[in-house]
């Protein structure tokens, strides 16, 4: 299994330019989540999803758009970069909230934004 | 402000020796997890101790709970090299089922000298 995977890894984009990070899971997870990490800080939930076709808002979701068409995708989309949205982000997947037992969750290897 | 606050915010200690971080929380939780991550790299999940545990183990980590003070400890025994990392504590509020709800606290940067 590869487990969690984000593409691309790397990006450099102008303000206003507009961009999608995909993340892949092939491990059946129900939840997926994007996070931003920024220096200093911990991670901050962006949105989530619970399932295939259904999406929610996290802490900091303003400038993001997610869409979970497929159960194993989890799509975030930057409709005009700005610069405060420099970061490193972060794809995760668990199986559901409902048991303590199942929300360990499995991160991605990131992806580094740069907007200037 | 963070759910999960880690103490101290860095953290060096000598190869062999004892590393122990801490985690304070305001809410009551269903669970609370710590996760390492390498530099560069994503979070890789290290263990899960639920509310109505007071102690964990898992090879060369042990963690605690108390839940009366909202605080958790993760102590890393006999350090190596290899355990240089940043220790994230993630805390599942209680009487939510969503997502939104796992909040994760600003780590601590552990560094092992040789």
């Known amino acids: 299994n590869a487990g969690v995977t984000q593409t691309p890894k790397f990006r450099v984009l102008k303000t206003g330019q507009s961009m999608t990070l995909l993340c892949a899971q092939d491990m059946n997870h129900e939840y997926m989540y994007w996070y931003r990490q920024d220096p200093g800080m911990g991670l901050r939930l962006i949105h989530y999803?619970?399932?295939?076709?259904?999406?929610a808002k996290g802490e900091v979701p303003d400038g993001y758009n997610v869409s979970r068409l497929k159960k194993q995708n989890f799509l975030l989309g930057l409709e005009s970069a700005a610069p405060s949205q420099t970061s490193v982000y972060f794809c995760?997947?668990?199986?559901?909230?409902?048991?303590?037992?199942?929300?360990?969750?499995?991160f991605g290897p990131g992806t580094r934004l740069t907007v200037l | 402000s963070q759910q999960g606050e880690e103490d101290p915010q860095a953290l060096s200690i000598q190869e062999g020796e004892n590393a122990t971080m801490n985690c304070s929380y305001k809410?009551?939780?269903?669970?609370l997890q710590w996760y390492r991550q390498n530099s560069g790299r994503g979070l890789v999940h290290l263990i899960l101790i639920r509310s109505n545990e007071r102690e964990k183990h898992s090879g060369r980590l042990r963690v605690t709970l108390d839940t009366s003070k909202k605080s958790s400890s993760l102590l890393i025994t006999a350090s190596r090299a290899a355990d240089t990392a940043s220790y994230f504590c993630a805390t599942d509020q209680r009487g939510y089922s969503s997502a939104s709800k796992i909040i994760f606290g600003s780590g601590t940067r552990l560094s092992i000298r040789p």
């Open positions: 995760a997947s668990s199986y559901s909230m409902g048991n303590p037992a199942d929300n360990t969750q499995y």
């Open positions: 999803s619970v399932g295939e076709g259904t999406t």
């Open positions: 809410t009551s939780i269903n669970n």
